[in-house]
């Protein structure tokens, strides 16, 4: 298993399959990750059992704007083609307590350095009931939320939270965004402590579709194992399979992209 932290707060850009020429950026420390949950597929590998963070175990607002600045000018010198200015990096980014003020600067530093680009947050929808994040999402481009159970069992399987959420409550929070979100789902199927499990199945697809109809998302993503995952024995689903289900997604009338 190799699974990897970033080491800066602004990294890239990369080739992203969903998001093209993506910069990334990192919210949380570059020694460890901080999350809400501790998803068996993740590249940055296991959340601690320890792991316990307050506003102080991240970096200033300030320093974070201006590491992202350097990166954008030393970008827009070298010609650097970017697409998206992506939050991602080594946990959930919308845990940074100063979220929001970090969207508000990102926001002027776009626009003076590199308007054309989208800005995008990946996420794992648990902080939803925080009004601060709520709206610091709903002024960037591409707010990609995870959601990739349909039902308890599997959200707590799969996304193993660290925190006490349920997956009625990140659906509720979710339907806050109704007609913004982009709601990214990752299918997989394979064996935890010698348990079957596949979030391909019927009874799942159809919870999540359900849920899909109560959230009405702007966009579906769809998607399968691409990186090295912490827990063994995952199985990837193939293009092909994958396309299966974004048909019944589409004909909920969502626009649906696979990957």
């Not at 069992?153 to 659906?171: C, D, H, M, Y």
Request: proline share 4%; net charge negative; charged share 20%.
């Amino acid at each position: 298993m190799s699974t990897f932290l970033w080491q800066s707060i602004a990294f890239g850009p990369i080739f992203s399959r969903r998001l093209g020429q993506s910069l990334g950026i990192n919210l949380l420390p570059n020694d460890t990750k901080i999350c809400s949950f501790n998803c068996i597929y993740c590249e940055c590998g296991w959340t601690l059992e320890n792991s316990y963070w307050d506003k102080d175990s991240f970096l200033p607002a300030e320093q974070i704007l201006k590491a992202i600045e350097h990166k954008l000018i030393d970008c827009r010198e070298k010609n650097s083609v970017i697409d998206s200015i992506t939050f991602s990096g080594n946990g959930e980014p919308t845990l940074h307590p100063s979220f929001g003020e970090i969207i508000d600067g990102l926001l002027l530093l776009r626009k003076r350095y590199y308007p054309s680009a989208v800005i995008t947050c990946l996420s794992n929808s648990t902080q939803l009931h925080r009004q601060d994040v709520l709206e610091a999402l709903k002024k960037i481009d591409n707010p990609i939320l995870k959601l990739d159970a349909g039902n308890e069992a599997l959200f707590q399987l799969i996304n193993k939270p660290t925190i006490s959420v349920s997956q009625q409550e990140v659906v509720q929070n979710l339907k806050k965004l109704s007609g913004i979100a982009i709601i990214q789902t990752l299918f997989l199927k394979g064996k935890i402590d010698n348990l079957y499990f596949d979030n391909s199945s019927e009874d799942n697809i159809g919870a999540w579709l359900s849920n899909l109809e109560e959230i009405n998302p702007k966009q579906v993503m769809i998607y399968s194992l691409d990186r090295e995952t912490p827990q063994t024995e995952l199985i990837r689903f193939t293009r092909e399979e994958l396309e299966q289900i974004a048909i019944r997604v589409r004909n909920k009338g969502f626009q649906t992209s696979v990957f």
